[in-house]
């Protein structure tokens, strides 16, 4: 096949380039970025036929020549729904050469995750059953709902990305990745997740990520794709060519009155211009579409091609972006023998260009037109022809849908049956293209008596698919469609329906018109405490317990007995789950804990399929058991419900369990796992695009990043979980105060935080957040209060703490003898030293390390001003182990100071003094002072357990600060000046 024709498709051409010296310039100053500081994001937005895929062949042409890996793949107009395309498109040939090299590097478990998406990773061996239990923290495969097949185990998006990210580092080397993606504005959804997540979450290694696209067609996340990348981005306008540069681009073959007229009629494009020059001079005034005159040029092209060849470009259009000769002749309706010879002819014509044994039409403008210059029916009849050929080779359902949605009969089971495949088989990882193919199956099933109810339990499920990706209007929409289709008399159907659309009323922060849709459904039922009354029933006490009205919770739990007949697996265990948390904010802590252990033992019992439909239900278990302290009960719950979620793609359930399980971490101390777990419920959360969920993500990641000791980040996460502005009245908008006024006094902004703390709170009057954060609170306050010098008011927030403690909740028994300790420093430090022992004792016990440590640096200091140096020393040691062992960087810090002042070698870091030279604030000199030892971005960030992003922040103030542009210069002045 090679022989026949010469030429690749895409990258690249022979003649010489015009023009487009700022491009060039730009996209050199790219790749050398990406080789001296880390990854960087190359944009080229242009119109079509602006000269953007000419460019990327110059920007190939340049990193072959620096030695670096070059990767090539592109989107395609007809196949915009096919997951990772362009990636698929890129990086898959590649891997074919270098698939044991990537599984060896990744681990056999991120190959068999990869392998769903790249074909070339498919291994060819039997999986190692221990090492997927090992990698999938032992669960068990989770059935699909209403008959649907399960996907893969912990198949997260998230964790796919994060793996292509990895693979990314792993292909780079030492000497660096170029990825090539063209036509982006035709990439599916789960690519452009996958590039928004690159883009915020970059690789390690030296890979500069170029994408073209055309800005009139490119969708909102691709267009914001460079702001998200921010100071790694490198954007490229592509616009015309200058009438000089054309004039050189047509050479003396025309005339100079017939360039002006070209380039009048072109506007400077080249794609336009060099059509245009195909014609015969009669041809510029001809009418037509694209604009009109680049239109007739392609015509008249296409007018020249013999009618067998133009027959199997047809068919070559129809068939794929990238086809196989064989698979034309099949559309086309001839022998493979006279479809290479059709193809032998548009190669000589620069209609197509080999590539491979395969061929690709020289732009897709061409393929465009090429499609279009076809019948309509005969591109149906011609998209049937490769479909059936797909199933008779035994192709998968994903390979076929692309072409049945395009030609598939009403009516036709086969069709729908095909497309209901290839939609289960991609939900997991591409949601989006999931529930597109799912509509497209809904659309040919007739609305018939036989096949109805068919039909409704494929609505319910493209509804969550529609949420799962996102689309959390279009699922609500589609289920309330259901609603108004089942039988009013179908009260366990109506009731599924009505709580998942109830759901995703919660997910778009319109919580009213939930609760609204539930009583609405709830009064229909003529039995209120029927088993398919109890799914609505358990969605209100969650309404409910979100508003802060537990006595209404309460009211609902009364009406529902623990178990009855006829009821679903797995009710009983939501029901249980359910009971803990009003309980517990009504102070009869007895019966939450009697509750927590009955559901505890009801969930150990459940297998994961009895689970997967009550996650919402179970999730309340879990932030009960954490707000009780009950933090080991807690993480396995939270991790048992999250793995069980993502197995079954329910996003909208992850990022609760996972900024919950954040939030437990942060109490234990394991401050790294925290933030690690808190960015995956925000990836997860912006994925979603659902505002609560997202503050509930940022509410985490900013307690987690301010306990490190990153308060930039977290004042940042804290900000952005406020501002925006959801959560009104309810539990999770006093979270999110109530975080970033710790960040704010964790940072040194004492009074301002204070009152954002007591803001959170309500001034204690009518208080929304649970009684344990409500006593941390006292705590914080109570410390605020003696570092501000205001002994009496720490003594007051000391007794407000011991008046909401409870014997039964020993893990918070410790915070009212560390907050008495703040509130006794002053005036009695021997005493509060004590006190502060005595809390460390307590808090140690309850298994809480960082407030340990917290409550052993407040009697070390006590020790100190009491004149006790030796049991100063022996506390301030064991708090900075406890802040070592914690990750929190900045407690840690200020305990080495005082351990140094008490005459402790401690280990050296580039801790900033209090007089930090040019206003530097102590993280930016933290920067600064590892920017002058000559390490790269990519090395603070991970030094000082940052984001890039963030280290570029601090970068481009500490400039500005020190009157510099340079990395040199940053070490010049500090050098100086230290």
């Known amino acids: 096949m090679e022989g026949r024709t010469a030429g690749r498709a895409v990258p690249g051409a022979p003649a010489p380039l015009i023009g487009r010296q700022d491009a060039l310039a730009a996209m050199r100053d790219a790749l050398g970025a990406s080789e001296r500081h880390g990854f960087r994001f190359l944009t080229l937005a242009g119109d079509p036929g602006a000269g953007k895929t000419r460019l990327l062949g110059e920007l190939a042409a340049m990193a072959a020549g620096l030695g670096r890996v070059t990767m090539w793949g592109r989107a395609a107009e007809f196949e915009q729904m096919m997951p990772f395309s362009p990636l698929v498109d890129a990086l898959d040939d590649h891997l074919e050469t270098r698939r044991q090299e990537v599984a060896d590097a990744l681990g056999p478990a991120t190959a068999r995750l990869l392998s769903s998406v790249f074909p070339a990773l498919t291994l060819r061996h039997p999986a190692d059953p221990a090492t997927d239990q090992a990698a999938d923290h032992g669960n068990d495969l989770v059935p699909g709902e209403h008959g649907g097949p399960s996907p893969e185990r912990g198949l997260a998006r998230y964790r796919l990305y994060r793996a292509v990210r990895s693979m990314l580092d792993t292909l780079s080397g030492p000497s660096g990745l170029v990825l090539i993606l063209d036509d982006v504005h035709w990439a599916d959804e789960s690519s452009l997740e996958f590039l928004d997540h690159l883009t915020r979450h970059p690789p390690a290694g030296p890979v500069l990520l170029a994408v073209a696209f055309r800005p009139a067609q490119a969708p909102p996340r691709l267009a914001a ?40 009629a072109s506007g400077g494009n080249p794609f336009y211009l060099e059509a245009l020059a195909r014609m015969e001079e009669g041809g510029l005034g001809t009418p037509g579409g694209l604009p009109p005159t680049v239109l007739a040029a392609l015509q008249v092209e296409l007018a020249e091609l013999s009618p067998g060849a133009l027959l199997v470009a047809q068919g070559a259009a129809v068939a794929a972006d990238e086809f196989d000769p064989a698979i034309a002749a099949v559309a086309a309706e001839v022998a493979t023998a006279d479809a290479l010879d059709a193809l032998d002819e548009l190669a000589r014509r620069d209609i197509v260009r080999a590539y491979g044994g395969r061929f690709r039409f020289r732009h897709p403008l061409v393929r465009r037109a090429v499609y279009e210059s076809a019948a309509a029916g005969w591109r149906v009849a011609a998209h049937t022809r490769i479909a059936a050929r797909l199933a008779a080779l035994g192709a998968p359902a994903v390979a076929q849908a692309g072409h049945l949605e395009r030609s598939g009969s009403f009516g036709d089971p086969r069709a729908v049956q095909v497309l209901v495949d290839a939609a289960r088989s991609v939900a997991a990882h591409a949601p989006a293209t999931s529930a597109h193919w799912l509509q497209a199956a809904v659309r040919l099933m007739p609305d018939d008596p036989g096949g109805r109810d ?126 803990p948390m009003p309980a517990y904010a009504a102070g009869r802590t007895a019966d939450a804990v009697r509750y927590a252990d009955a559901a505890g033992r009801l969930m150990a019992a459940a297998p994961d399929d009895h689970l997967a439909e009550w996650l919402d239900a179970l999730s309340w278990l879990c932030w009960a058991e954490m707000n009780m302290g009950r933090h080991a009960e807690a993480l396995r719950h939270f991790d048992r419900a999250a793995a069980v979620a993502a197995a079954t793609g329910q996003s909208y ?132 209060a003696a570092d501000l010098g205001r002994p009496d008011r720490a003594a007051a927030w000391a007794e407000r703490a011991a008046a909401m403690d409870d014997p039964r909740l020993p893990a918070f028994a410790g915070l009212v003898l560390l907050a008495r300790a703040h509130a006794l420093r002053s005036r009695k430090p021997a005493r509060a030293a004590e006190t502060a022992g005595e809390a460390a004792a307590l808090l140690a016990g309850a298994g809480r390390r960082l407030d340990t440590g917290r409550a052993r640096l407040a009697a070390g200091l006590a020790h100190l001003d009491a004149g006790d140096r030796g049991r100063a020393r022996a506390e301030l040691k064991d708090a900075a182990a406890d802040f070592d062992a914690c990750g929190a960087r900045t407690l840690k810090a200020r305990t080495d100071r005082e351990l140094r002042r008490l005459g402790v070698r401690t280990a050296s870091a580039p801790v900033a003094r209090a007089d930090t030279p040019f206003g530097l604030s102590p993280r930016e000199l933290e920067v600064a002072l590892l920017v002058a030892e000559g390490l790269t971005n990519q090395q603070v960030a991970q030094r000082l357990f940052l984001s890039v992003r963030t280290v570029e922040t601090h970068l481009s103030r500490i400039f500005a600060k020190l009157d510099v542009s340079s990395r040199v210069g940053v070490a010049t002045a500090l050098s100086r000046a230290i």
């Open 225 to 264: 794709l460079p702001l998200a990348a921010a100071a790694r981005a490198h954007e490229v306008a592509v616009g015309p060519l200058t009438p000089e540069e054309a004039e050189e681009l047509l050479g003396p073959r025309v005339g100079k009155g017939r360039g002006r007229a070209l380039y009048e």
């Open 454 to 579: 068919s039909r409704m339990e494929l609505l319910l499920e493209l509804s969550r698919a529609q949420g799962v990706s996102g689309r959390l209007a279009e699922g609500r929409d589609t289920g309330r469609e259901l609603l108004r289709m089942l039988p009013l008399d179908d009260y366990e159907r109506r009731g599924r329906a009505a709580r998942l659309c109830a759901l995703m009323e919660r997910q778009l922060d319109r919580p009213h018109e939930a609760r609204a849709l539930l009583l609405d459904e709830l009064g229909r039922m003529p039995n209120p405490r029927g088993a398919a009354a109890v799914p609505l029933r358990m969605r209100l006490v969650a309404e409910s317990l979100m508003r802060v009205d537990f006595d209404a919770a309460q009211a609902v739990l009364d009406l529902m007995p623990d178990a009855a007949e006829g009821w679903e697996p797995g009710l009983a265990v939501a029901v249980a789950a359910l009971r």
């Open 653 to 784: 359930i992850l990022t609760n369990l996972l900024a919950g399980k954040a939030r437990t971490l942060v109490m234990t101390g394991r401050l790294a796992e925290a933030l690690a777990t808190a960015e995956e419920s925000e990836e997860e959360a912006r994925l979603l695009d659902s505002g609560q969920q997202l503050v509930f993500a940022l509410t985490q990641r900013c307690l987690a990043a301010s306990w490190s000791g990153d308060d930039e980040a977290a004042i940042l996460a804290g900000e952005e979980a406020v501002r925006r502005g959801v959560g009104g009245g309810e539990v999770w908008g006093a979270m999110a105060r109530h975080a970033r006024g710790q960040a704010l006094i964790n940072s040194g902004r004492l009074e301002e935080g204070a009152q954002a703390v007591l803001e959170a709170c309500d001034g204690f009057a009518a208080p929304r957040l649970d009684r344990g954060t409500l006593m941390m609170s006292c705590e914080t306050l109570a410390q605020a």
